[in-house]
Nanobody
Framework: VQLQASGGGLVQAGGSLRLSCAAS????????MGWFRQAPGKEREFVAA????????YYADSVKGRFTISRDNAKNTVYLQMNSLKPADTAVYYC???????????????????WGQGTLVTVSS
């Protein structure tokens, strides 16, 4: 699975961005897709995840109510709609994919076998 993340940029606090993660090489119907972020000097942290089969979603407490993860079956793409952005959301955002065998750990970076290249989101105050 090859993942291509896009959509990052510079936005003012309170603004919105939509990130995209397009997959190629395999359909995602048996995968869990996650968005993670990494700020300078910090570890990569979980942001949101979606189980492709059934569409169950998961969010970090810090983004709940502001971010929405979704998928497009036809485009084999997962999105992260980010609203009410804060300077603390500034980071490089990565999408990841892990095979859904029925048991998955969506918060754990180590369980994701495939990663996109990252896209930078900068939120100015």
């Amino acid at each position: 699975v090859q993942l291509q993340a896009s959509g990052g940029g510079l936005v003012q606090a309170g603004g919105s961005l939509r990130l995209s993660c397009a997959a190629s090489g395999r359909t995602l119907s048996r995968y869990v897709m996650g968005w993670f972020r990494q700020a300078p000097g910090k570890e990569r942290e979980f942001v949101a995840a979606i189980r492709w089969s059934g569409g169950t979603t998961y969010y970090a407490d810090s983004v709940k109510g502001r971010f929405t993860i979704s998928r497009d079956n036809a485009k084999n793409t997962v999105y992260l709609q980010m609203n009410s952005l804060k300077p603390a959301d500034t980071a490089v955002y990565y999408c990841g994919a892990q095979y859904d065998s029925g048991t998955y750990y969506y918060r754990d970076t180590g369980t994701y076998a495939y990663w996109g290249q990252g896209t930078l989101v900068t939120v100015s105050s």
